[in-house]
């Protein structure tokens, strides 16, 4: 935590400069494993992001979230001669990351979107009910003729 609580010391009174001095921090695991420091330390790093990001002690669980995937894309890095650890440790972060950070929420055109913390709107495909309703209804009266 020297680091960390250092980098916040040097920009004290500006939330922008110490959240950017934070995001500036880099961690590389030299053998990954399964990405449980990597873990750790993102998880570490979000919290004192978190804290300065919303200006309280304890910070809500959605702005911890926001600033645990914003450490997991610019501040950790791992490496592993094992390929299959490599894997495992990608999809350990991708999990940690990806979760909890996205929305989903259905609109009355039957969109599916996701809506991740910082409020943009992704949408997905459209559901198909309207056809599948039509065909299985065809396929009905075809077995009752």
Do not use: F
């Not at 001095?21 to 695991?29: D, I, N």
């Not at 990954?32 to 990001?53: D, E, F, K, N, P």
């Not at 645990?68 to 001669?81: A, K, P």
């Not at 490599?86 to 950070?101: D, P, Q, T």
Request: aromatic share 4%; net charge positive; with cysteine.
């Amino acid at each position: 935590m020297p680091v960390i609580e250092e980098r916040l010391k040097e920009n004290i009174g500006n939330k922008e400069a110490q959240s950017k001095s934070l995001l500036k921090l880099k961690v590389c695991e030299a053998a990954a494993g399964s990405g449980h420091m990597l873990l750790a330390a993102a998880r570490t790093i979000a919290w004192y992001l978190a804290r300065v990001q919303s200006g309280e002690e304890n910070p809500a669980p959605s702005v911890y979230r926001k600033c645990l995937r914003d450490t997991i894309q610019h501040c950790v890095y791992g490496v592993d001669m094992n390929p299959d650890a490599v894997e495992l440790c990608k999809l350990a972060l991708w999990l940690e990351g990806h979760n909890s950070c996205l929305l989903y929420t259905s609109d009355a055109a039957g969109e599916r979107s996701s809506v991740d913390l910082g409020g943009r709107r992704i949408l997905k495909k459209k559901q198909k009910t309207e056809k599948k309703k039509t065909k299985k209804t065809n396929t009905k009266q075809r077995t009752k003729n």
